[in-house]
């Protein structure tokens, strides 16, 4: 009973998330950067549901539209950092040797740097737009994927298959994407469905501490920024996008718990 309970709200959750995906621009009753000065920091209220924040903003269509972005740039980004490791591991694990102890130890350089630290710098550098922070997002979490596929195609290239595909004088690329990459979907998928919660909680902390993005755009974590300013009298500025970022993740990291049961069953 309590595992099924549990499995109902966190598929409400799920789909509270891919509500935010799909549907937040149809949903959102009002754009989420006009501001009305007549109805100042109010309360949830019927013609406001979320309230309004201190220029009189619907907090509503805000939360909507900085969950679109912070999941836009926490699928996307985790996918740009899934292409570079991908592209790193197939050429460590597949050609070996020099090769590999070459890459292996620039991989294992970047992954000494602390995602945070990168993260920031990199965005000072590139600048708070969206391609700043999806770089920044990137460069800063391609490691693990790039270690992972290593270590796969080195146990796959040994089997039969693929030296009968090399004895029968196959391509190196043709080996790589149509021989060994497809064994390697199930877990980069997993993979990237734990990651995809991390690369959110990390843009979310940028914003929070002033590093994220520039206005107007908005994330969560930006959002939860804007409501510290008068958390003691109207904590819901917060509290609402604080909770919204806390569902995106315990749902994503349910999936990747869900599709790591399944893949193990097979």
Same mark, same amino acid.
């Given at each position: 009973?309590?595992?099924?309970?549990?499995?109902?709200?966190?598929?409400?959750?799920?789909?509270?998330?891919?509500?935010?995906?799909?549907?937040?621009?149809?949903?959102?009753?009002?754009?989420?950067?006009?501001q009305n000065l007549n109805h100042v920091l109010e309360s949830p209220n019927l013609k406001h549901?979320?309230? %309004?924040?201190? $220029? /009189? &903003? +619907? *907090? =509503?269509?805000?939360?909507?539209?900085?969950?679109?972005? !912070?999941?836009?740039?926490?699928?996307?980004?985790?996918?740009?950092?899934?292409?570079?490791?991908?592209?790193?591991?197939?050429?460590?694990?597949?050609?070996?040797?020099?090769?590999?102890?070459?890459?292996?130890?620039?991989?294992?350089?970047?992954?000494?740097?602390?995602?945070?630290?990168?993260?920031?710098?990199? %965005?000072?550098? $590139? /600048? &708070? +737009? *969206? =391609?700043?922070?999806?770089?920044?997002?990137?460069?800063? !979490?391609?490691?693990?994927?790039a270690r992972l596929v290593r270590a796969q195609v080195f146990k796959i290239k040994k089997f039969?298959?693929?030296?009968?595909?090399?004895?029968?004088?196959?391509?190196?690329?043709?080996?790589?994407?149509?021989?060994?990459?497809?064994?390697?979907?199930?877990?980069?998928?997993?993979?990237?469905?734990?990651?995809?919660?991390?690369?959110?909680? =990390?843009?979310?902390?940028?914003?929070?501490?002033?590093?994220?993005?520039?206005?107007?755009?908005?994330?969560?974590?930006?959002?939860?920024?804007?409501?510290?300013?008068?958390?003691?009298?109207?904590?819901?500025?917060?509290?609402?996008?604080?909770?919204?970022?806390?569902?995106?993740?315990?749902?994503?990291?349910?999936?990747?718990?869900?599709?790591?049961?399944?893949?193990?069953?097979?």
């Amino acid at each position: 009973m309590k595992a099924q309970t549990k499995k109902i709200a966190t598929g409400l959750l799920l789909g509270w998330v891919v509500v935010f995906i799909l549907f937040s621009s149809k949903i959102a009753f009002r754009s989420y950067e006009v501001q009305n000065l007549n109805h100042v920091l109010e309360s949830p209220n019927l013609k406001h549901w979320f309230g %309004t924040d201190v $220029l /009189g &903003r +619907d *907090l =509503l269509s805000r939360v909507f539209y900085g969950a679109q972005i !912070s999941l836009f740039i926490g699928t996307l980004g985790t996918f740009l950092a899934l292409m570079i490791g991908l592209f790193f591991g197939l050429v460590t694990g597949y050609c070996g040797g020099w090769v590999d102890r070459f890459l292996r130890r620039w991989i294992d350089l970047f992954a000494t740097f602390p995602p945070l630290l990168v993260a920031m710098l990199l %965005t000072l550098i $590139l /600048g &708070r +737009d *969206l =391609l700043g922070i999806l770089i920044s997002m990137s460069m800063t !979490s391609w490691t693990p994927f790039a270690r992972l596929v290593r270590a796969q195609v080195f146990k796959i290239k040994k089997f039969p298959y693929i030296e009968g595909a090399t004895a029968i004088g196959c391509s190196p690329l043709r080996i790589l994407l149509f021989h060994i990459l497809p064994n390697l979907i199930n877990p980069l998928l997993l993979a990237m469905t734990f990651h995809i919660p991390n690369t959110i909680m =990390l843009e979310s902390f940028l914003s929070f501490i002033g590093l994220g993005l520039s206005p107007p755009l908005v994330s969560l974590g930006s959002l939860t920024r804007e409501g510290l300013q008068t958390m003691h009298s109207y904590p819901h500025l917060t509290y609402i996008p604080s909770f919204t970022v806390f569902s995106a993740v315990f749902a994503l990291n349910w999936l990747g718990n869900h599709l790591r049961n399944h893949f193990t069953r097979k």
